[in-house]
């Protein structure tokens, strides 16, 4: 079975995960084996405090990743749920690998002894508390948001040269008739909830859900590097592809979508009081959300700017450009050259 580029990510971050997790343990259990030696030089349990930090680190980060793997497949977790059992679970694993790989070094005898296995619940559950709020926090604020304002990186506006692009659903109006107000918003939540990780793999930042419509925004690294930025849109239409089966039998329908690219100059900075967000202001916005406005009158499903496109190099085997010439977009005082992109 082939894996995908999203899976053979998840892969490796999940190794890199356990890796960290077993290195960080053994390195605390060294630094704890010296605080509690009696003596100095090497303490006499030396290697079993190595041992005991690397097993345990190993075991808590692989279980804790098996845990959200399978908590990942329940969408509808009411935030409360989030906050207090996640990390009650989370805890609970931790004293368990932990209390398991003690009691087979040290002996279940000295467990309850020297092990400390309340203070040991009790700080798990505050620091995965904490981990897990942040973590619900940046989910709901989006990526990076909620550390740009911790840091106050956005504090000032300023000025951010990034990749936009606009994508919508063809013929959503209709389709909400059809099947219903909820029923749609449950397509909508299906829909972003596949494209999401091939968003995320492409390096993208989705900046905001409009109702049927996302906006999605890479800074100029990320979204040249590999084409990210104009290849999502091909990931992303696999990816729906795949789940058709799914879509026609829950709703009867499969999602179409228009997108547009642009790049530019925005201007990225904190807007509002009493409900804060780093907001994306400038002419790249409004230009990218004119060119998605063009595909549909022009029958076609991926547009972006030229002078977008020049950023990426050719490659007449996975993408071409048709050239849709100069055109006035409304809102605009001068034309702009936009060229119809189409995947081989």
């Given amino acids: 079975m082939k894996l995908s580029s999203y899976q053979i990510r998840k892969f490796r971050d999940s190794l890199y995960f356990v890796l960290i997790g077993a290195t960080t343990g053994a390195l605390f259990a060294v630094a704890m084996s010296f605080v509690l030696a009696e003596s100095d030089g090497i303490p006499e349990?030396?290697?079993?405090?190595?041992?005991?930090?690397?097993?345990?680190?190993?075991?808590?980060?692989?279980?804790?990743?098996?845990?959200?793997?399978?908590?990942?497949?329940?969408?509808?977790q009411p935030l409360w749920f989030s906050l207090f059992m996640?990390?009650?679970l989370q805890s609970l694993i931790i004293l368990c690998v932990y209390g398991a790989v003690f009691s087979l070094l040290f002996g279940f005898e000295l467990f309850h002894v020297?092990?400390?296995?309340?203070?040991?619940?009790?700080?798990?559950?505050?620091?995965?508390?904490?981990?897990?709020f942040y973590s619900d926090i940046e989910r709901l604020l989006g990526r990076h948001v909620l550390r740009?304002?911790?840091?106050?990186?956005?504090?000032?506006?300023?000025?951010?040269?990034?990749?936009?692009?606009?994508?919508?659903i063809a013929g959503s109006t209709s389709i909400?008739?059809?099947?219903?107000?909820?029923?749609?918003?449950?397509?909508?939540?299906?829909f972003y909830c596949d494209i999401g990780p091939v968003i995320?793999?492409?390096?993208?930042?989705?900046?905001?859900?409009?109702?049927?419509?996302?906006?999605?925004?890479?800074?100029e690294k990320e979204g040249r590097s590999d084409s990210r930025a104009l290849l999502s849109?091909?990931?992303m239409a696999e990816r729906i592809k795949k789940a058709e089966h799914r879509y026609v039998g829950r709703y009867g329908e499969i999602p179409v979508f228009r997108c547009s690219l642009?790049?530019?100059?925005?201007?990225?900075?904190?807007?509002?009081?009493?409900?804060?967000?780093?907001?994306?202001?400038?002419?790249?916005?409004?230009?990218?959300?004119?060119?998605?406005?063009?595909?549909?009158?022009?029958?076609?499903?991926?547009?972006?700017?030229?002078?977008?496109?020049?950023?990426?190099p050719p490659n007449p085997a996975v993408w071409k450009s048709i050239p849709q010439g100069p055109v006035s977009l409304r809102g605009k005082k001068g034309d702009i050259s936009i060229s119809a992109v189409r995947f081989v």
Avoid at 148 to 168: I, Q
Avoid at 200 to 219: L, M, P, Q
Avoid at 270 to 282: C, K, P, V, Y
């Fill in 200 to 219: 995320v793999n492409h390096r993208g930042n989705i900046y905001k859900y409009v109702g049927d419509e996302v906006i999605i925004t890479w800074t």
């Fill in 176 to 190: 909400a008739e059809r099947i219903g107000d909820i029923s749609f918003h449950a397509f909508l939540n299906d």
């Fill in 114 to 132: 020297t092990a400390y296995p309340v203070p040991t619940f009790i700080f798990s559950f505050s620091l995965t508390a904490v981990l897990n």
């Fill in 148 to 168: 740009g304002l911790l840091l106050c990186t956005y504090k000032r506006p300023k000025h951010e040269n990034r990749f936009v692009m606009f994508l919508d």
């Fill in 86 to 88: 996640v990390p009650l």
């Fill in 262 to 312: 642009h790049y530019g100059s925005l201007v990225a900075g904190e807007m509002g009081l009493t409900r804060q967000e780093i907001a994306f202001s400038g002419d790249v916005m409004n230009t990218a959300a004119r060119i998605q406005a063009e595909c549909r009158p022009r029958g076609e499903s991926f547009l972006a700017s030229d002078a977008c496109l020049s950023l990426f």
């Fill in 233 to 235: 849109c091909k990931a």
């Fill in 45 to 76: 349990d030396f290697y079993r405090f190595v041992f005991l930090g690397f097993f345990t680190g190993m075991g808590i980060s692989g279980c804790i990743l098996i845990l959200n793997a399978l908590l990942s497949k329940y969408r509808s």
